[in-house]
């Protein structure tokens, strides 16, 4: 079945410490996205990347980082700059169009807590 | 800034009541609005699309409507179970920002048997 895979699941990290979370898709995609959710909010968009060797910021890039170097992954690297980094992070991915009828697909999101 | 508000923010019902959630947006420059659905520590689960040409958008006993003038969208859930306990997510793509989407916060729904 196609969907997009993220793990893991649940991480746990010390202060200090880079990690990163994995997004893999078999939907044959163009455009993948991170986003993060925190309690109470909605989600906020990280990165996102629309070809493969090509990403932009969102509107929290500060700490975190990216690579294309594939059009299935798009890993999410949560830095040590990132100064709060607990959340829940979720990654989606959709094929553009110019109907702008593009439903995005989301992985089951990868739990981060700093210890 | 596109902003996008969900009210109430939690909503309980006895089952068999009919539901109705909220979104409103500041910018009616939009391609589309897409409602989702949350389970407690899962992902989001796309349930209706709305294009910036449409009205509504019907899937079983989901309708959701589409005012652009007004910058607001309402999600109605007929006849609600049990099982549609979760956290619905309203979602727009604005023409300025093509693939990103603003989401609100989100409605809480509980049903009770």
């Known amino acids: 079945d196609g969907g997009i895979t993220q793990s893991p699941k649940y991480l746990f990290r010390k202060e200090g410490q880079n990690v990163t979370l994995s997004c893999e898709q078999n939907?044959?995609?163009?455009?993948m996205y991170w986003y993060r959710q925190d309690p109470g909010q909605g989600l906020r968009l990280i990165y996102y990347?629309?070809?493969?060797?090509?990403?932009q910021k969102g509107d929290i890039a500060e700490g975190y980082s990216v690579s294309r170097e594939k059009k299935e992954s798009f890993p999410l690297t949560v830095t040590s700059a990132q100064k709060n980094p607990t959340a829940f992070y979720l990654c989606?991915?959709?094929?553009?169009?110019?109907?702008?009828?593009?439903?995005?697909?989301f992985g089951a999101g990868s739990r981060l807590t700093v210890l | 800034k596109q902003e996008v508000t969900q009210i109430p923010a939690a909503l309980s019902v006895p089952e068999g009541e009919n539901l109705v959630l909220n979104c409103s947006f500041t910018d009616s420059a939009i391609y589309n609005l897409q409602w989702f659905r949350q389970d407690p520590g899962k992902g989001l689960t796309s349930l209706l699309l709305?294009?910036?040409?449409?009205r509504e958008q019907t899937s079983g006993r989901l309708n959701a409507s589409l005012d652009k003038s007004s910058g607001r969208s309402t999600l109605y859930i007929a006849a609600s179970q049990p099982g549609d306990s979760a956290t619905y997510l309203c979602a727009v793509m604005t023409t300025d920002s093509w693939g990103k989407l603003q989401f609100g916060a989100g409605t809480q729904v509980v049903v009770t048997p």
């Open positions: 709305i294009q910036s040409s449409q």
């Open positions: 990347s629309q070809i493969v060797n090509d990403f």
């Open positions: 939907l044959n995609h163009d455009a």
């Open positions: 989606a991915s959709t094929r553009p169009g110019d109907s702008g009828a593009n439903v995005l697909t």
